[in-house]
Structures are given as C-alpha cells and as structure tokens.
C-alpha cells in the first residue's frame, strides 16, 4: 500500500493567516492526489482534486500543488468556517488517505 | 441535488453479518463508480470497497478482503455491503461515497452520505 504521510498533525492559526499543510507519498503517484475537509460531526468534504483542480462551488482562498511525492494544499487567508480536520487521499493504486491535519483558529 | 442516504448499521456480535444499503437520488447512478470509506471513532479515513458502474470490476481493502462484498443495483439506484465475520475492529461510521467516473481507480470522492454506525461487540 502507498503511505501518506501529512503534517503537521494538529495545527493553531489565527483568522487571516496563510495556511499550509503538506503531504508526501511513498512513492510517486503523479497527480492522483485529493483534499478533503471534515467538519466535527460531517461527513467529509472534497476540496482540491487531482492535486490542484479546486472543485466547484469551493472557496477560491483553498489551493493545491505538486507532484510525485510532495504535495501542498494552502488557504489563502483562514476564514472561522474553515476549523475542520483536512485530509489528503491518493488513488494512484488502492486508495489511502493521510492521517489528518486537525486546524484550529488561535 | 445529489443525495446518499446510508442504513442498515447497528449493534453486531463478533462474527456475525451485517449488510449496509445506500440510496442514491439526484444523479444517473449507473454512470459512477461507488465506494464505500469507513471511519473508526476518533480516528482517520479509511477506504474500504469500491465498484465500478457495470458492477464489472471491484476493489477491497485488505482488513476486508475475503469477508466483505460490495454490490449494486443500478436499477434501484442502491449500493450495498455485504460484511461478514464482523470484527471489532471493523467498528466505524461507514460512509457511501460517489465516484467521479466509471472506474473504481479513479476514486475521488466527490459527494459523501452521512453515514451509518456499525459497532460490533459482544
């Protein structure tokens, strides 16, 4: 199986500030990389698929990038709404998903 | 709209079987892959099963492989789970999820249900 490996774990930001969390594979999977957003007690949400397409009707301030084994996903300036745990998801071979990025407004 | 309403979950005995329906409205539902991700309490996301359009081709975990069996039936717009020699491990919110395309390896999840619990203890 393709580890993801997100970081960082937990995050503390304040409203406004530029955002990043990163995942990297254990090998390359080219673009076949997803963002979900996971509100407490909501079903996940998909944000940014195939490494940079943001989806429609998602918020112009998230954005992705990279390739291979590194990848980025940003928000632009962090809004209250955004307090929810991020994960990452590749499907280059059986889907795996990172272990979460849990964000919280400081 | 589209729409996934997951049922079927419960409270199950180590061992026994268990099968989880999901109800699809607001799509052409025989155009997209199914899949379903579970999510143990506190913890990550993990997929589980996929199934592409035709039911032709499918896809397993491999905590599940052997003992659970994914299906559809395009014309009642459902997706299934067939889960057998239940563990306690496989306690989790399980969620049906909606493919962007036919394949099962193309699996970004676009839309998700809510969710139904499976607890399986003695």
């Known amino acids: 199986d393709i580890q993801m490996t997100q970081s960082p774990s937990s995050l503390s930001a304040s409203v406004g500030d530029r955002v990043t969390i990163t995942c990297q594979a254990s090998q390359d999977i080219s673009n076949y990389l997803n963002w979900y957003q996971q509100k407490p007690g909501k079903a996940p949400k998909l944000l940014i698929y195939?490494?940079?397409n943001l989806e429609t009707g998602v918020p112009s301030r998230f954005s992705g990038s990279g390739s291979g084994t590194d990848f980025t996903f940003t928000i632009s300036s962090l809004q209250p709404e955004d307090i929810a745990t991020y994960y990452c998801q590749q499907y280059d071979n059986l889907p795996t998903f990172g272990q979460g990025t849990r964000l919280e407004i400081k | 709209e589209v729409q996934l309403v997951e049922s079927g979950g419960g409270l199950v005995q180590p061992g026994r079987s268990l099968r989880l329906s999901c109800a699809a409205s607001g799509f052409t539902f025989d155009d997209y892959a199914m899949h379903w991700v579970r999510q143990a309490p506190g913890k990550g996301l993990e997929w589980v099963s996929g199934i592409s359009w035709n039911s032709g081709s499918t896809g397993y975990a491999d905590s599940v492989k052997g003992r659970f069996t994914i299906s559809r039936d395009n014309a009642k717009n459902s997706l299934y789970l067939q889960m057998n020699s239940l563990r306690a491990e496989d306690t989790a919110l399980y969620y049906c999820a909606k493919a962007g395309a036919r394949i099962v390896p193309a699996a970004t999840f676009h839309r998700w249900g809510q969710g139904t619990l499976v607890t399986v203890s003695s």
């Open positions: 195939d490494a940079s």
